[in-house]
């Protein structure tokens, strides 16, 4: 059967089709939809991990299980499942075990463009990188495959091209393999530094025989055209390069992009006259060519930053650059921004009143650092505001604590936000952290995680007890406020940073987007009482305009939270009721 498919879903099927019996993830963008698309077949276990390590893990113990079982993450999470996957190289596997990663060249929801291939190559591990929906379903079969029959994790490398765009797909039927008993391997599967050092070797003899697959197998296909030119290419760039050249140049289509064929390499180049490597982000696949010994051309054409398109492809190589139709006037920016009502707004608002120093972290909750709240001093990584506080304060003193927060949300925190804590606690830093509790992981799209008490498919879970959890971590201050409550926020941020401990603020209310949050009747600005005087307008809600000297708000995205009423000195935002 042919159907339409999103690139991430095509990976879902092929998994599912392959017998997958597990998935572990943790959401991010842009492969949150490969696990999300997983929980639609019931013979697939799956569930939100706390994290990335987390979910590898699990999955892995599914594997060794004798399971066919995957963890999907996007490329900065590898960075957290680094750990145990380089260790999971030596050991190998039972049941098939795929890491799929999914990379965000441009940055569309990321805070690093990172080429997630060096990983594959640092590991030792072997990576498939599809370029269309089709292969996107095929390869995560053939991962399957390669991972039993060369004992090892196999990494499925997307890119937000991929994952996100559809192209047709063939299905077919699911296939579980038979399930071997599980056998105690203590050699194999308990990694002391003697039993590891045997594990080597094997490793190494693993990426021989796969180079030797990566010779042959037909996802490493040539495509002749013209032999003035050859490309060898991957992913995306593949379609880019195919739909600027067609015929006129001969490509070298990579789908196994580690470890690298060599003499397919050579070969191809011995029949062109010009050689250009076209791929995103860094020179994986040019560098390897050089290795080789040929003379080859890439980075000096093309960026090491950034997207690539089929016009800078065509630009790049002299082609016809097709310029479309333009508008007679330039679009407007339009930032991203939080939504109306989003209950992140109010604690940014009172923390930007009272000046405070705040160290930032990953969510939609990062767009405070945006104006006109500007409210974020720093964001590097999930959970990296509750360690860097600590540092911060460590180094300050008095200076620093009296007006230094950190902000965190939910998920984060149970992501990696716990050990940050945990040091705070141990090596008692007079730090407040701010956990912004929305009741759900926001920025990916509303998935669940293990403070909201549902599980991946909607069903009541385990809940863990924010209160007491941070209690138990030894952090005697802990207080829950509403964000949509000004003076109760103003107040806590006031009492906690001058306490002489450790402390935490919870500031809970639900997501404004989620389906069971009903918003109030919007808002409205008496214009008679109104003065001009855009206090309203320091929260940066979008639903609020400025027009004619007064104040405007747009009752189709009014959702009617308050916020800017506490704001107004005159009392001119009033309830659709009032008169």
Known sequence: MKELMLGNAAVARGLYEAGCQVVSSYPGTPSTEITEECAKYDEIYCEWA?????????????SLAGKRSLAAMKHVGLNVAADPVFTMSYTGVKGGFVIGVADDPAMHS???????????????????????????????????????KYDTPVLLKMCTRVSHSQSVVETGERVVPEVA??????????????????????VEQRMAHLVDFAEKTEINRIEMGSTKL?????????QYAKEVMGDDASILKLGMIWPLPEQKIRDFAAKVERLIVIEELDPFIEEHCKMLGLKVEGKSIFPVLGEFSQNLVAEKLGRPVDSGKKLDEPIPERPPVMCPGCPHRGLFHTLAKNKC?????????????????????????MGGSVSSIHGFNKAMGPEGEK??????????????????????????????????????????????????????????AGKVDLEALCHAMGIRRVVVVDPYDLA?????????????????????????LLKSVKPQPALRVSADKCIGCKSCMKIGCPAISFRDGKAVIDHTTCVGCGVCQQLCPVSAIEKPESK
């Open 50 to 62: 706390p994290n990335e390590k987390v979910a590898v893990e699990v999955a892995f113990g599914a």
């Open 110 to 148: 990321s805070q690093n463009e990172q080429d997630s291939r060096h990983y594959a190559k640092a590991a030792k591990l072997p990576m498939l990188e599809p370029s269309d929906s089709a292969e996107s379903l095929k390869f995560a079969k053939l991962a399957m495959e390669l991972s039993e």
């Open 181 to 202: 008993p599980y056998e105690k391997n203590a050699q194999k599967n308990v990694m002391l530094p003697a039993n590891a050092r045997k594990r080597h070797p094997l």
């Open 230 to 238: 050859g490309i060898i290419t991957d992913s995306t760039s593949y």
């Open 357 to 381: 120093t705040v160290m930032g972290d990953i969510g939609c909750y990062t767009l405070g650092a945006a104006p006109p709240l500007s409210s974020i001093d720093c964001c590097t990584c």
């Open 403 to 460: 007006k230094t927060v950190a902000v965190i949300g939910d998920s984060t925190f149970m992501h990696s936000g716990m050990t940050g804590l945990a040091n705070i606690a141990y090596n008692q830093s007079n730090s407040t952290v701010i956990i912004l509790d929305n009741s759900i992981t926001g920025m990916t799209g509303h998935q669940q995680n293990p403070t909201t008490g549902y599980n991946i498919k909607g069903e009541p």
């Open 488 to 512: 109760a926020c103003n107040q806590a941020v006031k009492e906690e940073l001058a306490a002489e401990e450790p402390s935490v603020i919870i500031s809970r209310r639900p997501c404004i």
